[in-house]
């Protein structure tokens, strides 16, 4: 039996998302246009190009309340996570500032990377604390700041990958400014884009990352928004493209359909992880009928994350898949290098508990009838994965 | 029927899962990580069985087939049941055989427990044996391919379950058969070495495990290297380096050919002799497998091989528990303490085996106690 024609029922959005037709007709418009050029050069061709590059640029600022100026277009959210971390800490510490960086162990492998990686070059990393569900408040920023005046940025997502937790990152920026207005204030806004309200300008941040991919747009174009007076110091080297914070040609077909995703994200923010929540609900609801349990708390209204007692989250996927369900785990599982999922780690739990994680992300194109699918498998995939798991660690 | 394919990379296992495919099988295919990218594979010049590159292969084929593909974390317990009692027998002075504990300890149970967690009911690989209805382990029919030596252990609760499809083909139509269906490894070379020292180079790998281990490493330095008689004749780099029955290893004065008769690992001497000092009529061996040996004890008539390669001996073999005596006709080369000793039956099937933790004293003819291989 081959898999490839089946229809798939994808509950995998915050891994990435389907190419809304609005974007694709707009880029194969751009794709098959003549008179384009290197939107770097001054003729008429580069001129043209440059055309497409602004105005996308103005419509993603739009989109998130911020000045086109204070965009610049990158590969996508990891690029825009390691620009804003590693170049604003490079930056601050180039001027004698303080340069340390304070973040939490639920970030983004992109945030909690970058921040190792500048910690094995001498930079004192903080790890904020959080509890049991994952959350933390803005009063325990305002005091991290004020006892550890080594810090110059605080990075934290607005909204979480695994666990769809969101954070008051209007009250952390105020709080942390409050506390001392020098510090950068980060957020990693590549999750909450597209499914809730996500505004630069009323938030108060200096860095502000954004994917495309994961809002109905192209891969391989995001952007990192900051203040035009914002100093970063460089991840590459050449010419003097995005005003020198990111240089090389732009990514113009992308970037143009990433402008068009992101008028349609920010249209759509106000509804559809919102519309989603009651199936959200009644999956919780699932889950802990089954006898599993939910990690993290009430945020998304398109994600769940919940684990089973003796059925690892890879055996669970599995059969998912399978079934023609895709979902995923959420730890790192490039080339099957399974490690339980840092994210639940980082909630106390042992790492037996975290290699059960699995993720279950909605997004627009979901129907009820694939969450009563879902809802229908749960039972007998928990059970025949729990049984034949139980038989290999009761072998001799 | 869904089963599951325990896919390498390789061209075997390939083809194996071909096979199913087109027999109707609802094919799964699932690769094992076991160990991480070495210094070569990172230099880039190529990897070995279940090697990062390989896995990435193993993706391909399944790609290309059109079956799922699922890569498996089983690093931990590798080290924990391969290259770790690799690295301790050899520091003991045995001569260990990882192939076939890969075989009881990694290759089955792991696979077979996801296998039942996906709801299949079978699971193939690309080993040239045969399965008979799952009750009885034969040779593969491919005299030059035939792996039932590494797969005594497997177990008979395994043996239910998987299923060994080219145990009737030879390895020349099963690289037709890829190369037909153009699958992207035929006529890649069979790998010979062991798949986590690359290079060959075992010596390395031990003393560096070793020293992670925190065991002694004292055993691990260079000796001296002595004949029958307790001369020095010459030095080695280290017990570990040398094989019981091999020429290699050491260095001697001397130009005769002297081959490794056994090490001692406390005053890490290696004893040497001639051709006819490596030969011996009796081992034992222990953690006995008793695939289709009846009763806790009993002797049968069937042939024995102490190496993969070894030229089957006639012998009487009296098990009993999990420890037999196997008692050759005729004198045989080559029994190393810590290598698998398995029993044949006249029509091929496997009748069990084990471990072998003594070997007849070639020069003495007494059972010389060597430390049996510790269990793991």
Redesign the interface.
Known sequence: ????ARRVINLDHNATTPLDARVRSAMVDVLSREGLGNPSSTHALGRATRDLVEAARRAVAAAVDAEALGVTFVSGGTEADNLAIVGGARSLRARGLPCGVATTRLEHPAVAAAAAALEAEGVPVVWVPVDEQGTLSAEQLASLVRTHPEVGLVSIAAANHELGNVYPIEAIAAAVKAERGEVLVHCDAVQAFGKRPVSFGAWGVDLLSLSSHKIYGPAGVGALVHHTHTKLAPLSFGGSQERGRRVGTENWMAVHGFGVAATLAAEAAQGHAEQLRPWRDRIAEAVLDAGGRVHGAPGLGNTLNFGFEGAPG??MC??F??EGIALSTGAACS????EPSKVILALGQPAERAAEAVRISMGRDTTEEDVQMLIERLPTIVG??R???G??EN?P | M?VVCAMSGGVDSSATASLLLEAGH?V?GM???LYDASEDERKGRGGTCCS?AE??LARRVCAQI???H????E?ERFQREVIDPFAREYAAGLTPNPCTRCNQHIKF??LL??A????AEAMATGHYARNLFGEALLRGVDPRKDQSYFLFSMGRDALRKVWFPLGTWSKDDVRVYAEERNLPNFAAPDSQELCFVPGGNHGDVVQRRAKEMGLSTQALQPGNVVDTDGNVVGDHDGIHRVTVGQRRGFRTRTPERRYVLKVIPSSQTVVVGDVADTQTQRVEVGELQRLALEGESGEVRCTVQVRHKSVPAAATVRWSGKTATVDMDEPIRSASPGQAAVFYAADDRVLGGGWISRVEDRVNGSLEAQRAPQKV
């Open positions: 039996m081959r898999y490839a890879e055996l599995m059969n898949d399978l080339a099957g290098s399974l025949r994965v049984k034949a798991h038989t290999l072998a | 869904r609802e799964i690769t094992m990580r990062p896995v990435d059109g079956i799922p699922y890569v498996v974390d690093r149970q792991p427990q996801r039942a967690a996906i709801g």
